[in-house]
């Protein structure tokens, strides 16, 4: 499709829908709007949104399709765009007020779903979004107000200062687009601009590494406190090459700095789909810890505008006070579906297993409560054919089923943590609910973490902060035991061993344990079984007497051959035969279905303890 000379689509497609007032109204209720008689009210939205107004002027779109007749039965044709960020900026543009991005953003949910549409579904064809944006000049006007302060002085001289830097290049306009976004989400009105130290021309700034008192980190952004030092990098990139060059410039720096979090910013449509749906190794990567995200002409404008300088800030100042009730509304309907974005993306790192999280956020377990909690989940999860519940734990277990409730409770997320927008199920996943009704759950995390010690590498602490990000530091949590915590259970599940020549602290290595040694510790038990057992039967026979012993012990190659001998052989042909079922399964595991890849894990576990526990009872 032809593009403008900002790489933007002029055309796009659209749906046809049909969408109920009565649901329409639903959505709004769902999404915390209120219904004040014929108009609709959004807490810290001053200004009332009239739903019925909205939705006919978004019905312009759709006039051909109705052919100019009225709505009947509550029944409403429009035509919308097939994303959701799309059809939000088209019912900006053809509703303008604070509170219609929100109120798009719900239709959508609710109606459409929290997916976009896929383009087989969208037989009409129409102007794009982006050349609508450019076209109304009206809104774009609206949308760059420069009244931003109650007191007319203060807007005078933010005003001023204002138009002396319309002749500034494009970068800098860019860096004070970041700065603006750091002092929004952060809300640290205090922040100048930091040197992310990236070698290159890449726009680029990092929070604050501290010093002489300085806060270090974020302040009170804990949605993206990801990094143990509370480190965030913001970006704003131009097209593909900058973002690959950015991409490769940040994954360098985590071998020095750690995993950093990095909020990319970009004008470009398409650059945001050639991310969501990368060709390129780097850039698959690059979504476990970067989020590219799309905004408008009129955003960029308005974060420009607190994104000043502190130097020039001579005669008004930018603390997130003083600000017009509009002005204020604009920024809250810019943040909102920012940090809806974010949320959204640190829960998909959840789901890929990219976070670190602790056993319990507010400090670690003791000992005795770290052990129970991992032999119940091994026994309900791995040594378990099916997922079981805690009514399985019998005296036979040897769990305590009431000192374990205890240990669940304390695992779930602080009212901190609750309050700051984190989900119940963001935490160290190994039961759900955390309740009577508890069952194991395989985290997505301890997938990663044993998918690399199956490719044959080793982790150590310093690895996992090249590798990790880390969930809750800004609680109690803290790396090294979080860290010594997760590979605890890498023992646990019989994939890993800590290496003799770990020196501790970030050296301290945990190696995976090879097939072969598994297939060495088989061999070595039947060798005794052989050798040295007969010598020791002999022995006993010597002080004990031969009926009994020989009724018991009498080794391979007597007759009758002894029941614990029986037993001791029939222990190594079980390990023989789950080494046997772990090499084919292990060695196809890369070309394992990945939705299939957890269980795939979970039945090499149970092998391998049954392996163990086969040569141990020899």
């Known amino acids: 499709m032809a593009t403008n000379e900002y790489d933007e689509r002029v055309g796009q497609l659209f749906r046809r ?219 704003w990139v131009r097209n593909l090459e900058e973002l690959k060059a950015l991409c490769d410039r940040v994954s360098m720096q985590h071998r020095d700095l750690g995993r950093t979090p990095v909020l990319c910013f970009t004008s470009s449509r398409a650059l945001v789909d050639q991310f969501n749906n990368p060709t390129e190794d780097s850039l698959r990567e690059a979504s476990s810890y970067l989020h590219l995200y799309q905004i408008s002409a009129g955003e960029e404008f308005v974060l420009g505008q607190i994104g000043l300088p502190s130097g020039q800030q001579t005669g008004f100042k930018l603390d997130g006070q003083g600000f017009t009730t509009a002005f204020s509304n ?57 997922p079981g519940s805690l009514a399985q734990l019998d005296e036979k277990s040897g769990v305590d089923v009431e000192d374990l409730k205890a240990v669940l409770r304390k695992l779930g997320i602080t009212p901190k943590a609750r309050s700051a927008g984190y989900g119940e199920e963001e935490r160290a996943l190994l039961f759900k609910p955390l309740d009577d009704n508890a069952e194991p759950v395989f985290p997505a995390f301890l997938q990663g973490v044993l998918e690399r010690l199956l490719r044959g590498n080793t982790w150590t602490l310093g690895t996992a902060e090249h590798e990790w990000c880390w969930g809750y530091t800004w609680e109690a949590a803290k790396p090294a035991e979080v860290f010594q915590d997760w590979m605890s259970l890498a023992c646990e599940v019989g994939f890993a061993y800590e290496a003799a020549e770990g020196k501790g602290g970030k050296d301290r290595c945990y190696r995976f344990r090879e097939r072969a040694e598994l297939r060495n510790l088989i061999q070595e038990a039947d060798n005794w079984l052989k050798v040295e057992y007969p010598k020791i039967v002999q022995d ?75 040569v141990q009872q020899v």
């Not at 031969?546 to 007759?559: H, I, M």
């Not at 009758?560 to 035969?577: N, Y």
């Open 17 to 235: 829908v049909e969408w109920d007032a009565l649901a329409c109204a639903d959505a709004l209720r769902a999404a915390r709007f209120t219904r004040d008689n014929e108009v609709w009210r959004l807490r810290g939205v001053d200004q009332e949104l009239d739903l019925k107004q909205m939705l006919a002027n978004l019905g312009t779109y759709a006039i051909h399709e109705t052919h100019g007749a009225a709505p009947t039965d509550g029944r409403l044709v429009l035509l919308v765009p097939l994303r959701s960020s799309d059809f939000v900026q088209l019912v900006g543009l053809l509703y303008p007020h604070p509170a219609a991005e929100d109120a798009a953003r719900a239709l959508w949910k609710a109606l459409i779903g929290p997916q976009d549409l896929q383009d087989e579904q969208a037989p009409h064809l129409g102007p794009s979004i982006a050349m609508l944006g450019r076209l109304n000049l009206r809104y774009r006007k609206q949308a760059q107000t420069a009244l931003i302060f109650r007191d007319p002085d203060q807007s005078t001289a933010h005003e001023k200062v204002m138009g002396q830097r319309k002749q500034q290049r494009e970068e800098a306009r860019a860096q004070d687009l970041l700065v603006g976004v750091m002092r929004l989400i952060d809300r640290n009105w205090r922040y100048d601009p930091v040197s992310a130290g990236l070698k290159g021309d890449h726009i680029a700034i990092v929070t604050a590494s501290g010093g002489k008192g300085a806060t270090s980190g974020l302040v009170a952004c804990e949605a993206l406190r990801l990094h143990p030092k509370g480190r965030l990098l913001l970006a």
């Open 330 to 386: 604009r920024l809250q309907t810019l943040l909102r579906p920012l940090m809806e974005a974010l949320h959204g993306w640190r829960h998909a790192l959840d789901r890929l297993g990219r976070i670190a999280w602790p056993l319990r956020s507010s400090g670690p377990l003791k000992d005795t409560e770290r052990t129970l909690l991992f032999k119940a989940w091994r026994r309900l999860r791995i040594e378990s054919l099916t």
């Open 540 to 614: 006993m026979e010597s002080i004990f007497g031969e009926g009994r012993v020989r009724e018991l012990f009498n080794p391979v190659g007597k007759k009758p051959v002894g029941t614990k001998t029986q037993t001791a052989r029939s222990a190594l042909k079980r390990a023989g035969e789950a080494l046997s079922r772990l090499d084919t399964g292990e060695a196809l595991y890369s070309d394992t279905a990945a939705e299939a890849r957890a269980e795939r894990l979970v039945e090499s576990a149970r092998l391998r303890l049954e392996l163990l526990e086969a």
